[in-house]
């Protein structure tokens, strides 16, 4: 292994992970989508260990003769990060012909509605990566080829003791950043309060990225757990800019969940300010 793959592989292996594996055994129509659909539409990821499925070997690139050999074309490449069920690239795939889509989640039932969908849309510009995005990013796309990268409601971890773990943090951003052509947008959605003030710490201020909302919201400068949001009323309080909802994002079933639990759905949008560098962004201790 020479210097920088040596690098690189120690920088996946300093990834947060923001997920727990939740694979439960797929119930028959799902194994029969997964079956029918899988050669199509999921990608084949070289592993980096094994045991740990989800990992990417440090050596794999999804560059443009990867793009050709799977999607058949090269087109603008939109990556959702965390697609869950995959009602919103589906939609989003569907609605946009002129772009190819890749949707990046770890979890086996989410991958197979995915698939479902693809089947039942006939879609030939959506894959599926099942891979933990922050090692995706950290070294699978070359500098500059990703024209947008989306991550809508990224799982919460709403505890203070968790917070840790959740995806859109320093590391992950930087990777991101690399990974985006200039001028090219990080669109991102929470219906968590506490996770929207994680983002405008992590981002408003990031150096190549600018913070292109236009609303003005008030949130809590201070961060809440689980069991201690209403608490966040009686915090000070700054006004952060926000984007209006993005009309290209559909209503999930998991965005319903949230909606009818009084949450207050936030979109924030990035654009990439920086040229690139072509250095890759790794983790910090
Ligand atoms: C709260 S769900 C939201 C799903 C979807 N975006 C929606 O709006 O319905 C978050 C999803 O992100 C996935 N996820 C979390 N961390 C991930 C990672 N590092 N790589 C890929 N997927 C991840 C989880 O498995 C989960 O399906």
Wanted: glycine share 6%.
């Amino acid at each position: 292994m020479d210097g920088t793959t040596e690098n690189q592989a120690q920088a996946q292996r300093r990834t947060i992970v923001s997920f727990v594996r939740r694979n439960t055994r797929l119930t028959p129509k799902l194994q029969k989508a997964w079956d029918e659909n899988a050669d199509r539409y999921l990608l084949g990821i070289p592993r980096q260990d094994a045991e740990h499925d989800v990992s990417v070997a440090a050596g794999f690139r999804l560059d443009e003769d990867f793009q050709r050999s799977q999607w058949g074309r090269i087109r603008p490449l939109i990556v959702e990060v965390g697609t869950g069920q995959g009602e919103n690239i589906a939609a989003a795939a569907a609605a946009r012909p002129d772009c190819n889509f890749l949707a990046v989640e770890v979890f086996d039932q989410g991958i197979a509605h995915t698939l479902s969908r693809c089947q039942h849309q006939a879609l030939s510009n959506l894959r599926i990566a099942q891979a933990d995005a922050a090692q995706l990013f950290a070294t699978a796309f070359p500098d500059g080829s990703l024209e947008e990268v989306w991550t809508y409601f990224p799982d919460p971890w709403p505890k203070m003791k968790h917070h840790k773990r959740r995806l859109i943090q320093a590391p992950f951003a930087a990777n991101v950043l690399r990974c985006l052509r200039p001028e090219g947008l990080w669109r991102i959605a929470t219906d968590i309060d506490d996770y929207a003030l994680q983002v405008h710490e992590t981002l408003d201020f990031f150096p190549g990225f600018a913070n292109v909302g236009a609303k003005n919201v008030s949130l809590a400068t201070e961060h809440v757990g689980k069991g201690n949001a209403d608490e966040a009323a009686m915090l000070p309080h700054a006004l952060f800019r926000e984007s209006e909802r993005y009309g290209g994002r559909i209503v999930t079933s998991f965005e319903r969940k949230g909606l009818e639990a009084g949450h207050t759905v936030r979109d924030l949008t990035y654009r990439k300010t920086a040229p690139t560098t072509g250095v890759a962004a790794t983790e910090k201790e």
